[in-house]
């Protein structure tokens, strides 16, 4: 069962929870996250006036050096039938409702994330908020994907999903040793880890 709710931050965003999948969450340890997820459905339990006067993470002035592989991952394959399936008219809904209805291991889409405490020490970030395209449970981790359009031209993407999981551990409290971040298209896709480079802007 996909749980659904629309999202009025600044325009509207479809965040959706596939709740049989939730249960694999759990069992890999992240109740935490399980229950994050169900909490940010209710109003009281987001801080949607930030959401409406930004900044997101993806305006954010803030460059980060990654050691960014590109690899061989099963996305691309569900990239590329989600975009067959032409079922929405924006290609971004085509790949995430695709992996949420048919990926076992996709459980969320477009979910709001931000940084509940002093944004991890970075400057000018603490009142940043985000939207994650997709969640995916691997290896007992837990993956932020974006879902980027001629991904081999990025150059933000980076710093975008390294702010998603940083918003993502703050919320769900989750060591973020155990995120791996990544975004691709039908073509390909680029993973790293976030750990490193968070310290690096802490420290800097």
Request: hydrophobic share 35%.
């Amino acid at each position: 069962m996909i749980l659904s709710k629309s999202l009025k931050h600044g325009w509207y965003y479809y965040y959706k929870v596939h709740e049989e999948t939730l249960d694999t969450v759990r069992q890999s340890g992240y109740s935490s996250l399980a229950d994050f997820l169900l909490d940010a459905r209710q109003q009281e339990n987001r801080p949607d006036s930030r959401f409406e006067r930004g900044p997101r993470s993806s305006q954010a002035d803030l460059s980060v050096n990654a050691g960014v592989n590109e690899v061989d991952h099963l996305v691309t394959d569900l990239a590329s039938i989600g975009l067959e399936s032409d079922y929405y008219k924006d290609n971004h809904m085509n790949v995430q409702m695709f992996m949420l209805a048919y990926d076992k291991q996709t459980f969320a889409m477009e979910v709001p994330v931000w940084f509940q405490n002093d944004g991890w020490n970075v400057p000018n970030v603490h009142e940043m908020t985000g939207h994650i395209d997709l969640l995916r449970i691997e290896d007992n981790h837990v993956w932020v994907w974006d879902y980027k359009p001629d991904a081999h031209l990025e150059e933000t993407a980076t710093t975008q999903t390294l702010l998603y999981a940083m918003m993502l551990s703050d919320c769900a409290d989750i060591p973020l040793d155990n995120i791996t971040c990544g975004y691709f298209d039908e073509l390909r896709a680029y993973t790293y880890d976030p750990a490193p480079l968070a310290k690096k802007l802490r420290e800097r």
